[in-house]
């Protein structure tokens, strides 16, 4: 029987993965070995006693002794707190789901890459954050990292069987949000609910807002740049309001192998829970007829500054990336708080990469976990002093 892991459980890919492993069998098919979560405790122990799984852990330090409650009777072990996640990494899984959202999901899929199986990776800031350190400990442990967004996933489906050195260009696709046609002047006025209302895809707050700025689709980039190790210039974001086609990889004889699919982020999951196999999945089929048309147009570096900045953060990779996504998580808080307008969040990541990289430079500095966790730690101390000069 495989035995599988969900890191990020009660979220939005939590769920959806939750829901392949149900639909698969659940504990019938698989031994689960470990559930985590945050907040959501009730949805938490309702997920390990379905799947009856080894431990559940919040990462809620405060929330242990709900937890061991809403698991009483069921045999289900309980823990809390970012180590006892980590520690849960350290149980051997055949495929571990990567699905905690922001930094914290590199330390567990650091741990769970060190057992040498399949690691399915959503949690793009680790690749951001961390991607050499990441690849070369599946390179190390002879493990697998599976890509789970949804670009990614379409990349790598459009490369199996390729040439890579073929390869001459990787575009990804951009919905381009709920604000793909505001003019700038509107921008800055977005509030919280509006930036979180995507138009195609069903996400979690923070990736919804991340999207309506593009620092979704920034990070993507850099994700595209560390997973599959292409010079930056062959890497580009199209807009593509009906978020049908997620990739495009073009080759040298001009060739272009473009990956479709409804926007239901259980395709690339289940991608990599089949994975080598193509199993039945419970998404919609396309009907071309009925989409009539497909668009794409070039995203506005004006309106869209983020995918400025990531070509930067391509370009320089040592600890860039970690200064990066530190300094827009930050932003997306004070965002989130109401103390920064929308547009000021790009600012506020571009001050805080120049302030970091006239303080310590960002480029050669070697990148071992305690050289990332201690620039994610700077740049959200300098992200949030810079910020009070913008509010
Ligand atoms: P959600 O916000 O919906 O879920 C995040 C999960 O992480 C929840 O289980 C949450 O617990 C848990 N969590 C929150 N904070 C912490 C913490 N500090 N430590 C440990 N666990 C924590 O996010 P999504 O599912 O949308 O996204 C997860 C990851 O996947 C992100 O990296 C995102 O960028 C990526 N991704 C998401 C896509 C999507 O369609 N949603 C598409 C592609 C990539 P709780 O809810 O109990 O508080
Ligand atoms: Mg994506």
Same mark, same amino acid.
């Given at each position: 029987?495989?035995?599988?892991?969900?890191? @990020?459980?009660?979220?939005?890919?939590?769920?959806?993965?939750?829901?392949?492993?149900?639909?698969? @069998?659940?504990?019938?098919?698989? =031994?689960?070995?470990?559930?985590?979560?945050?907040?959501?405790?009730?949805?938490?122990?309702?997920?390990?006693? *379905?799947?009856? %799984?080894?431990?559940?852990?919040?990462?809620?330090?405060?929330?242990?002794? !709900?937890?061991?409650?809403?698991?009483?009777?069921?045999?289900?072990?309980?823990?809390? @707190?970012?180590?006892?996640?980590?520690? &849960?990494?350290?149980?051997?899984?055949?495929? *571990?789901?990567?699905?905690?959202?922001?930094?914290?999901?590199?330390?567990?899929?650091?741990?769970?890459?060190?057992?040498?199986?399949?690691?399915?990776?959503?949690?793009?800031?680790?690749?951001?954050?961390?991607?050499?350190?990441?690849?070369?400990?599946?390179?190390?442990?002879?493990?697998?990292?599976?890509?789970?967004?949804?670009?990614?996933?379409?990349?790598?489906?459009?490369?199996? #069987?390729?040439?890579?050195?073929?390869?001459?260009?990787?575009?990804?696709?951009?919905?381009?949000?709920?604000?793909?046609?505001?003019?700038?002047?509107?921008?800055?006025?977005?509030?919280?609910?509006?930036?979180?209302? +995507?138009?195609?895809?069903?996400?979690?707050?923070?990736?919804?807002?991340?999207?309506?700025?593009?620092?979704?689709?920034?990070?993507?980039?850099?994700?595209?740049?560390?997973?599959?190790?292409?010079?930056?210039?062959?890497?580009?974001?199209?807009? +593509?309001?009906?978020?049908?086609?997620?990739?495009?990889?073009?080759?040298?004889? #001009?060739?272009?192998?473009?990956?479709?699919?409804?926007?239901?982020?259980?395709?690339?999951? #289940?991608?990599?829970?089949?994975?080598?196999?193509?199993?039945?999945?419970?998404?919609?089929?396309?009907?071309?007829?009925?989409?009539?048309?497909? *668009?794409?147009?070039?995203?506005?570096?004006?309106?869209?500054?983020?995918?400025?900045?990531?070509?930067?953060?391509? =370009?320089? =990779?040592?600890?860039?990336?970690?200064?990066?996504?530190? %300094?827009? !998580?930050?932003?997306?808080?004070?965002?989130?708080?109401?103390?920064?307008?929308?547009?000021?969040?790009? #600012?506020?990541?571009?001050?805080?990469?120049?302030?970091?990289?006239?303080? *310590? @430079?960002?480029?050669? &500095?070697?990148?071992?976990?305690?050289?990332?966790?201690?620039?994610?730690?700077?740049?959200?101390?300098?992200?949030?002093?810079?910020?009070?000069?913008?509010?």
């Amino acid at each position: 029987m495989r035995s599988i892991s969900i890191f @990020g459980a009660t979220g939005s890919i939590g769920e959806s993965t939750f829901d392949l492993i149900v639909r698969a @069998g659940g504990a019938d098919a698989f =031994r689960t070995v470990a559930l985590t979560g945050s907040a959501n405790i009730a949805r938490l122990a309702e997920m390990a006693r *379905t799947l009856r %799984a080894e431990i559940a852990v919040t990462a809620d330090p405060a929330r242990l002794s !709900e937890l061991r409650e809403a698991l009483a009777g069921s045999g289900v072990q309980a823990a809390a @707190g970012p180590d006892a996640i980590a520690d &849960a990494a350290d149980r051997p899984a055949d495929w *571990t789901m990567s699905a905690i959202v922001g930094a914290a999901g590199l330390v567990p899929g650091l741990r769970a890459l060190r057992h040498g199986r399949t690691l399915a990776l959503a949690n793009k800031e680790s690749l951001v954050t961390a991607g050499a350190l990441l690849l070369g400990t599946a390179r190390q442990h002879g493990a697998t990292i599976l890509p789970v967004d949804s670009e990614h996933s379409a990349v790598f489906q459009a490369l199996t #069987g390729e040439d890579t050195a073929a390869v001459e260009r990787v575009i990804i696709t951009a919905s381009g949000g709920p604000f793909r046609d505001w003019p700038l002047e509107r921008l800055k006025a977005a509030t919280v609910a509006e930036a979180k209302a +995507h138009p195609n895809w069903s996400m979690g707050n923070r990736i919804s807002i991340d999207s309506a700025s593009m620092f979704n689709k920034a990070l993507e980039l850099i994700e595209t740049r560390e997973y599959f190790g292409f010079d930056p210039d062959m890497i580009e974001a199209v807009v +593509h309001p009906q978020s049908i086609v997620h990739a495009l990889v073009g080759f040298r004889d #001009g060739a272009v192998m473009a990956h479709l699919g409804p926007p239901d982020m259980r395709h690339a999951i #289940g991608f990599a829970l089949n994975f080598p196999d193509r199993a039945a999945l419970p998404v919609a089929r396309l009907d071309l007829a009925k989409l009539g048309s497909l *668009t794409f147009q070039a995203p506005d570096p004006e309106r869209f500054p983020a995918l400025r900045l990531s070509r930067e953060v391509m =370009r320089i =990779r040592g600890l860039s990336g970690a200064a990066f996504n530190a %300094a827009k !998580e930050i932003a997306l808080d004070h965002f989130m708080e109401g103390r920064l307008g929308f547009l000021d969040m790009a #600012g506020l990541v571009e001050a805080t990469l120049a302030r970091l990289s006239s303080e *310590t @430079g960002l480029g050669n &500095a070697a990148t071992t976990l305690e050289d990332v966790l201690g620039m994610d730690h700077l740049a959200r101390v300098r992200a949030n002093e810079l910020a009070k000069t913008l509010q």
